[in-house]
C-alpha cells in the first residue's frame, strides 16, 4: 500500500522547528519518489516564524517561500505544481496561510461561484 507525505520545509531557523531547507526539498522528493515505493510525495507542510507579527493583508513570508518551493519540488518531479498540497501555518496565523494558498487566480473563481 502507498503512505502519502508532506515534506516539512523550513524557512525561519528556530532551534524548536526541524526539517528540511527549501535547497533539500526537491533532492528529498526525488529521492522519496525513486528509492520509497511505498511512500508518496503529497505536497510540503511548514509552520511560519513564531514571533513574525503581520499586518492586516501582509503576507508571511514563510509560506510564500513554500509556494516558491513547491513549485521546484514539482519541476524536479515532472508534475504540475498544483498536484502537490500545500500546508501551512498554525491556528494563529491561518488567515494568512489561507491567503498564501490561494492563487488570484483560485480567488478569482471563488467570488465568481
Known sequence: STNFILIFTVFCMEPDKHGVTAAEAAEVAAHISTHCHALRVRGLMTIGAAERELKQGEQN??????????ASVAARLGVDEHTLELSMGMSADFEHAVGATLSLSSLLSLSLS
Open 61 to 70: 513570508p514563510d509560506f510564500v517561500a513554500l509556494r516558491a518551493c513547491r
